[in-house]
């Protein structure tokens, strides 16, 4: 999505495109948005993944072969892990009648606000407990996020399977502290609920109706979350690469080349900015509704 990165899939774009020579705008940004099995990097040139035989599970067959998405999931961990295990160290040299300064402030004050403003909120009693949870998520997506803005990177919450996954995880945890806060009994009642006094025939056409539609909305959950994440992301990444796309489709207009690059970098980097912002908003959004719909089953009622 960067410059660097956007001139070579431009150019392989407008060398591979249609049959007449015209600039692919389309596949220039297909390029740039799908999961592929290489990762170009500056002074190392693309890095090619291994291909593994596909897992025959039945008649399902499950690819498990590395791609550049997968390893800059596998790079927002290590990245997160390294960089709050500088920080907890550094809270660890830190006087206890001293409040830390720096990286470990700034990284108190948003555990802090998770755990109060976040977690406590939507949660309630026993909420301390999925604070760590909430905070990972958020700064899980944040990073995998802000990669996508960064040279030679890309956007691995761009991609559906891995936002689905982060959603199913979230989902697994929702419904085990379900389960755990209110007893099998009492997370049954979730989806097979009858409200006292009413009558034989009543209760059964209230479990027939409201019952599918309860379990549904158990899945739309996990749905909204992986969709919103998925969905903003991509918007933003296209929106970006079209209008730096617009500096080759109109470049050989009799305005030249020259105007058409300073509009098409001008309105870029305006969006850029806003992608920014978008980065943290949906970090942000993603973590927040997963503590709304954990307090939601904990408090059934």
């Not at 026993?126 to 760590?132: L, V």
């Not at 158990?218 to 903003?232: Q, V």
Request: glycine letters at 8%.
């Amino acid at each position: 999505m960067t410059a660097s990165s956007f001139q070579e899939g431009a150019v392989e774009a407008a060398t591979h495109g249609g049959e007449d020579g015209v600039f692919d705008l389309g596949g220039m940004i297909m390029h740039h948005l799908e999961d592929l099995q290489e990762w170009a990097l500056p002074f190392v040139g693309s890095i090619h993944f291994p291909v593994w035989e596909p897992l025959q599970l039945g008649r399902i067959s499950i690819d498990l072969s590395p791609t550049k998405h997968m390893a800059l999931v596998v790079l927002s961990g290590i990245l997160c892990f390294v960089l709050f295990r500088m920080v907890a160290r550094r809270v660890q040299r830190t006087p206890a009648d001293r409040a830390p300064t720096g990286s470990a402030n700034a990284a108190e004050a948003l555990v802090l606000y998770f755990r109060d403003e976040v977690v406590r909120r939507n949660i309630g009693d026993g909420a301390d407990a999925y604070t760590p949870f909430i905070l990972t998520l958020f700064c899980f997506i944040l990073c995998m996020n802000l990669i996508g803005l960064v040279p030679w990177g890309g956007s691995a919450t761009g991609n559906v399977s891995v936002t689905a996954a982060l959603a199913l995880v979230t989902f697994v945890v929702v419904e085990v502290s379900g389960v755990r806060a209110l007893g099998f009994a009492g997370y049954a009642k979730t989806v097979f609920f009858v409200p006292p006094g009413m009558g034989k025939v009543a209760s059964a056409l209230m479990l027939l109706i409201m019952a599918p539609v309860e379990f549904l909305g158990k899945l739309t959950k996990p749905f909204a979350l992986a969709i919103r994440l998925f969905a903003n992301m991509t918007a933003g990444h296209t929106l970006i690469l079209a209008l730096l796309g617009l500096i080759f489709v109109f470049g050989d207009l009799t305005l030249g080349r020259y105007p058409i690059t300073a509009v098409s970098l001008a309105m870029a980097s305006a969006i850029m900015f806003l992608e920014l912002f978008v980065a943290f908003l949906q970090a942000y959004i993603f973590a927040m509704l997963s503590s709304v719909f954990i307090g939601l089953i904990r408090h059934a009622h």
